[in-house]
């Protein structure tokens, strides 16, 4: 099972920009699909975006369509997301997750890390 930790969130204000890297430990990192996914306060987690195992397919939620970019680095075992452009309904703790089938099949996420917060201001 892979451990991953997430950082890169802090304060930020309305259109401003942020990086979360999320690192993943165990050498099987490039077989597994990788997701962000957010939960704000008094509100269900949801899914941000996902990426396959080579980094040639992502998936995006309609609501950061055109302003998250998701990547990753298999040499360095790490998936990186791209906020651009934040808006205060991004106000949330961010978790990166695994999952060792299709990218798209959100239900198969897991292995969570501890996820980073991320605050929009005004």
């Known amino acids: 099972q892979v451990q991953l930790v997430e950082s890169g969130g802090g304060l930020v204000q309305a259109g401003g920009s942020l990086r979360l890297s999320c690192v993943a430990s165990?050498?099987?990192?490039?077989?597994?699909?990788m997701g962000w996914f957010r939960q704000a306060p008094g509100k269900e987690r949801e899914f941000v975006a996902a990426?396959?195992?080579?980094?040639?397919?992502?998936y995006y939620a309609d609501s950061v369509k055109g302003r998250f970019t998701i990547s990753r680095d298999n040499a360095k075992n790490t998936v990186y997301l791209q906020m651009n452009n934040l808006k205060l309904e991004d106000t949330a703790v961010y978790y990166c997750?695994?999952?060792?089938?299709?990218?798209?099949?959100?239900?198969?996420?897991?292995?969570w890390g501890q996820g980073t917060q991320v605050t929009v201001s005004s």
């Open positions: 990426i396959n195992w080579s980094g040639e397919n992502t």
């Open positions: 997750a695994a999952s060792g089938s299709y990218y798209k099949i959100l239900a198969n996420f897991g292995s």
């Open positions: 165990g050498r099987t990192f490039s077989s597994y699909a």
